[in-house]
Structure formats: structure tokens, C-alpha cells
């Protein structure tokens, strides 16, 4: 038979409450700490005033539709290519812009500056491993505006 040892040390009610309110406190802590490095490097806002976009969304759609563009996005070597066809073949646009970045953050944004070889369009940039996003904005030769957000899988 075993003897209990008495070291003296009796469990009272201000140990636990310490123990509840350091464990809540860490929990807390954590969590605002975790939410505001998500709100400060994503802020969520695809437009400044969603009311009015959705005023002209249907419109925008349908001549984008109206287009028949697809539009395709892929890397290789340090080189990235934006192919935009109809039925035709590659469609040379009146105007490029786009903003490479990851899905998450807009930290490692950058506008590279595309340029058309005939067959896709391409830009010189070293992107690291992961997922990225195209957003691209472009004016057809007869002035219509296509904007769309291109996923690009990126593997080294």
C-alpha cells in the first residue's frame, strides 16, 4: 500500500479562476490577433460601392458574352502568358491592364506590362509557387470593356 505524501500545497478557488482566465486570455489573444492580420492584409472589397455595380452588372455581362473570349493564364519559365481567343483564334485587344497577385493578400501585387506575340500575350515575371490570380481589364477593337479575374496555378 501506497502512503500519500502531504506537500502542503492545497488546490483553492483563486487557482482555477487563474487557470480559467490565463487560458481565456490566451484564446482572446490569439484570436484578435489572428483577425486583424486577416482584415489588415485582405480587406474583402472587389468595388468600392456594390449597389451601384450591381446597377450595371447585367449590361457589362452580357457584352462581355457577346465577345465569345476565353481566356486562359498559365507560367513558365519566369514568363507569364495571357491567352485571349474567340472563334476566330487569339484576339489582339485595344487595351491590357492587369494586376498579378495571390488570392489572399495584396502585398506581392504587381502590373506587369503585357505584350502581344502574335499568339498570347506575355510578361516577363517571377512568381513563386502557389496560386495567383489575374485580374485583367481590356478594351475589344470596338471599344467594349472585359474585365475577369484569371486563376493562375503556379509549380516549380
Known sequence: MTEAVDNGFRLKGWHVL??????????ITVNVVMAT???????GLEVKNSYVASQQFDDKRDAQMALGWTVYADWQDGMVHLSITDANGPVRVKDLHAVVGRATHVKEDVEPVF????????APLDLGAGN??????AVAQDDTPFEQRVILHVKR
Do not use: K
Not at 487563474?18 to 484564446?27: D, E, H, N, R, T
Not at 492580420?37 to 480587406?43: D, G, L
Not at 502581344?116 to 500575350?121: A, E, H, K, L, W
Open 115 to 122: 505584350a502581344f506575340n502574335g499568339q498570347v500575350y506575355e
Open 37 to 43: 492580420q486577416a482584415v489588415r492584409t485582405f480587406p
Open 18 to 27: 487563474a487557470g480559467f482566465v490565463g487560458a481565456f486570455g490566451v484564446i
Open 132 to 137: 495567383w490570380n489575374i485580374r485583367m481589364t
